[in-house]
């Protein structure tokens, strides 16, 4: 079995962001002294001499106000907006973030802030009054069921030929996503982001995003014998059966968490399956890790349930860009609007979101110099789901671990890379189960609607069929091998694939395209790009690692350069 992090620099082995220098000078002025610049950048970034534990400031609270001038605002709170919200505090400048989503920190009447993955009540769903869960049938019947309509926690947001699921709330996807913290193989970046020096990333970046994520690997010796990865195990049986390389990926689950959830000495979090409607324990997500140290350097505050709408240049005399803002109830209505002036805007609304503001914003000429490649180049990663019906003698086991542990990786000879997922119902399923990333050469585009007042996709259900035929590279051969058949049970009835989704939007604000090489919107300086939508279409394997060093490099020289 090799690795998936041996490309990826030295091995990360700390739980959280690089330890930070302490900030001793008066908050703020926005503006940056020399010594706050070089905290922000060499100092903190990449001289472990220089750290010292970080004095945790008050975080700043106070909600967005109307009329407020901000230094900097950064829209959204997921990968993106999180490392660019920490680099920007350290390097001495007031971050506002501005998040559509709840802020997830209070329970619910069960004592939990989440819903469990097989429970879905009115925290599950963004403004649904159903759930559309991605497995949507088993044996035959449909899961989905009526849930109060509320600002939860899993978007998941339909086009015309594709529903796209994203996390909503301060964490972004991290509050959803299965951990999988994958860099791709270095020989595979050129293909990637083809306008970025692989050395510097693999170099600087990939281990500083590591590092900051708190991206560690399961300890094998344990996972061979823990009970809830025996699916995985019978994963790896099958893929190595049929002589397909079978490679342990990392995570940023906590495995000693884990290991106690199995002990019974912690409450259960991944072992009672909860993924999809966030982790009530465990999971390192974005809200422990950049987020914490973003708000504890007390310059970053954070304004959720509020959704940008609109960014133009500021009227004539006055520096920055007017941002407009709603501010939304736990039921989607607007309560107030507000309209705030920014130095500087941060695009981090992920690949779908920042896509849709700025093909508006063009299109309706509130920021009419873009230029032409907003709304080009995206792609779902190549996402396709399957399942497999195994004997019963492979038997894949009650207790599975909503993390996935490894993958199956077929990218040179037949363009896929399947992750082996769970199927954590707490039944025996004898299925195995995958989300394969692929090699899709299709690309679609958001386009302005102005008859129906909204941006569209022109993304085609056809066009998964590449995705398809890569992953039936792989569990053709499989099913051959054991003498087993697809699940027809899990999207529909006699459905194969799951050919209607993607978890990973990418693209849509292409770097060196949409932007210049470091996130820059052409034609209106101060504006950045600073998420998923800068990555064309696909990362070869799961997204968020390439997403938060890309973040980082670009700061960085953003942080050097413009401010
Ligand atoms: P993202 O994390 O989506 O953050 C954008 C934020 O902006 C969200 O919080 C939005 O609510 C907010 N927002 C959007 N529009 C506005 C607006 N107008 N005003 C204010 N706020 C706004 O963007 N990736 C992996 O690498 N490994 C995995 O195991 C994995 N599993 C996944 C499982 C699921 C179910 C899902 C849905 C995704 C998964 N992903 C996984 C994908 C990963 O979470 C995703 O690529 C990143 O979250 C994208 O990061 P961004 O910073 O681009």
Known sequence: MSEFTSQAGPKPRQTGPEPLPTDPEPRPTGRLSRRLFLAGTGGALTTAALATPLAHAEPRRAALANGERVPALVIGTGYGGSVTALRLALAGVDVHMVEMGMAWDTPGPDGNIFANTTKPDYRSFWLRTRTKQPLSNFLGFPLDKDVPRHTGILDAEDFSGITVYQGRGVGGGSLVNGGMAVTPRRERFSAVLPSVDAEEMYGTYYPRANAGLGVTEVDPRWWESAECYQYARVGRKHAERSGFPFVFVPNVYDWEYMKQELAGSVPKSALVGEVLYGNNHGKKSLQKTYLAQAK?????????????????????GTPGYTVLVEQLDTTGAVTATKSVT??????????????????????????????????????????????RANHMWDATGKLQASMPTAGIDNWEAGGAFAEVAPLPTGIETYASFYLSITKNPHRAQFSWNAAAGRVDLDWQTAWKQPSIDAAKTIFDKINKKEGTIYRTDLFGLYKIWGDHLTYHPLGGAILNKATDNYGRLHGHPGLYVMDGALIPGNTSVNPFVTITALAERNIERIIADDL
């Open 296 to 316: 504890a350097t007390g310059r970053v505050a954070i304004s959720p349930l509020h959704r940008v709408t609109s960014v133009t240049p500021a009227p004539a």
């Open 342 to 387: 920014a130095d500087r805007v941060f695009f981090a609304a992920g690949s779908v979101g920042t896509s849709k503001l700025l093909t508006r914003l063009k299109a309706t000429g509130a920021l009419p110099r873009l230029n032409d490649e907003i709304g080009k180049g995206w792609g779902d990663n190549g996402n396709v789901m399957c399942g």
